[in-house]
């Protein structure tokens, strides 16, 4: 078969998959539709964490960043799965026992206050959207590549499918959603990469042939890269460029961030007890090392066959995928020595994206209107074809270029569905029941809860549609915002007793004034790296703002009044998992007693 | 009702040893040996790799997953232990 009818058999039928299953699991009460009932097994439950969390960065982007900037791409890798420590150890527990839907819930009642709730809320909202927006971006950049349809009916397509297992669905849909998505992702991911890993060192295991020799040679793979590199005039693979500090900051900001997320959070309430709670964490990290420990491989992988491929070949006789990419726009050549090869060195090619104008240079490249940077490299690469061009480049059959098709979507949706579950959530439980309409029914609160995900849809559609330039600068502020907000706010409330309103919300709004004041003046503002505090970058700031946040809430809830005893003994309640709250000495003999 | 409040004390304390103890490797494999000395590290070979950089892109996502399953462990003899796991 053609692989363009492939790509759309396997595209259709993951699609109906979804639909199948969002019709079979519709959600009938707001508990059902918050948070699936509270009844969905841990390993279910993992699966649909790993989907939740492992957006079109993680699918699509992660393996060529990682690619792009070898050793320091670990700190991704290592800040969105260390984060699951944190959250199994010292967060989700906790939060199931506390037992209600949201996190501004839990933030409105440890803190008695709903000034607290109406933060917490702006915060989700703001860190869900910033996020989602990203997604939809992903959305479109699939669809117009592997569907040949423009990129707004393919947002279109998209949001019609969230639409309909989110909005019917809720979190129950969602959640049975995907465990599917996952399965779908996680193949996808895994067969090219097993196909790369045998052709390059004979080893079908990624993890381990990422380790080995390239075959035919007694190289391993990562003294090969780093000769191919140093040839080019490239780092050496496997050294950092980064600064120390840097690295550490960034990597800790996104550690906090991701145990501060609000859609990751949440999905620790929708298991049935607390034990449940920390197994998912254990399963939801063990399903998303399997493509966090794949990428790294992947992209030392990717690096060899791009430079193996690219570098001084002649455009005539490139292979097809060169020019399929090109002509999406990932992909751009300019030559600046009029000899007809490409030279791929390090540096920008041209000032800025690629922009192109209908013409065609002497080699048949399609000529572009940015001015050219005056360094020898001819070659502009967008780190996202890494993996959507990997099975071309690696000369794959058709099924698995339309499975990494399928996979991507898989990946976008899933956590586009969750985030918009979490905005629409957040507008009618926390802002409507609990705060402006407190009288409304269950079957109005239900009703408002779709509402405000079809609404949510269509604005993040039309991020998608219209997509804002900043959307990449402001991922900072997801991960940023969330460490130095809820992270400290969380942790001081179920681990610190005596943290009291005053002191949260204090801790709060400076962690979040500094980190987002950071982020805008370098943002937006024309902040040059040289005025970087201590050389952390905006990416890391939110570690400094973290710590800010905590010394501000420790000064201020020791010069203010304690929290009431009901507070007190609430978190004696969140710490102990028996529903009573109660525990018994250990019996001499290590032997237990019933009470 | 005392008694079960010294117990309960008793178990919040085992509980952040625990945890203080878990959480005291996981800093030491992420922060310490894949950042702050990966360079030192890097001139050992393991497995192919130059040992820091194989922390730093592999071991420390496998520490962390072994961490937390020694965590479940853990959790669930202590809440035998001081009778605070739910009814089944």
Known sequence: METQTL???????????????????????????YVAGGGVHPVANGMATAADWMSAASFISMAGIISFMGRDGAMYLMGWTGGYVLLAMCLAPYLRKFGQFTVPDFVAERYYSQLARVVAVICVIFISFTYVAGQMRGVGIVFSRYLEVDINVGVMIGMGIVFIYAVLGGMKGITYTQVAQYCVMIF????????????????????????????????????????????????????????????FFITMALMVGTAGLPHVIVRFFTTPTVRDARKSAGYALLFIAVLY???????????INLLNTVSEAEYENLPDWFANWENSGLMAWVDKNDDGKIQYHPGKPIDGKPSFIDARGQSGER???????????????????????????????????????????????????????????????????????????????????????????????????????????VVAFAFGLAASSFFPAILLGIFYKRMNREGAIAGMVTGLVFTASYIIYFKFLGGTADEWWFGVSPEGIGTLGMLINFTVSMVVCHVTEAPPQAVQDMVDNIRIPRKDGQASDPVANGETARV | MS?????????????????????????????????????????????????GF?????????TFLALIFV?????????????????E
């Open chain 1, 7 to 33: 790509i759309f058999l396997f595209v259709g039928l993951s699609f109906a998959l979804y639909i199948g299953i969002a019709i079979w699991s519709r959600a009938g009460t707001t508990k059902e539709y």
């Open chain 1, 188 to 247: 996808a991911y895994l067969v090219p990469a097993i196909f790369i890993s045998m052709m390059i060192t004979g080893n079908p295991i990624p993890q381990l042939g990422f380790g080995s020799t390239v075959e035919g040679t007694d190289m391993s793979v990562l003294e090969k890269l780093n000769g191919l590199s140093t040839e080019l005039g490239f780092a050496q693979y496997t050294d950092g460029s980064k600064s120390t500090i840097d690295v």
């Open chain 1, 293 to 303: 420990t794949t990428a790294p491989a992947v992209a030392s992988f990717a690096r």
């Open chain 1, 367 to 473: 000529l572009l209107s940015n001015s050219q940077t005056d360094n020898n490299n001819e070659l502009y690469v967008d780190r996202d074809i890494m993996v959507l061009a990997n099975p071309e480049i690696a000369n794959l059959p058709g099924w698995v270029i339309a499975l990494v098709a399928a996979g991507g979507l898989a990946a976008a949706l899933s956590t586009a569905a969750g985030l918009l579950l979490v905005i629409s959530t957040s507008i009618s439980h926390d802002l409507l029941k609990r705060n402006l309409m407190p009288g409304i029914t269950d079957k109005q609160e239900l009703l408002a809860a779709r509402l405000a995900a079809a609404a949510a849809i269509g604005i993040a559609g039309l991020a998608g549609i219209y997509p804002p330039g900043f959307v990449a600068s």
């Open chain 2, 3 to 51: 008694d079960n409040k010294r117990a309960a004390a008793a178990y919040w304390r085992e509980n952040i040893r625990i945890l203080l103890s878990l959480l005291v490797i996981w800093f030491a494999v992420s922060f310490g040996a894949s950042i702050l000395f990966v360079d030192y590290l890097d001139q050992f070979t393991f497995f192919g790799f130059p040992l």
């Open chain 2, 54 to 62: 194989w922390f730093a892109q592999q071991g420390s996502i496998y």
């Open chain 2, 71 to 87: 965590y479940i462990g853990m959790m669930n003899k202590l809440d035998r232990k001081y009778n605070v796991q739910e009814e």
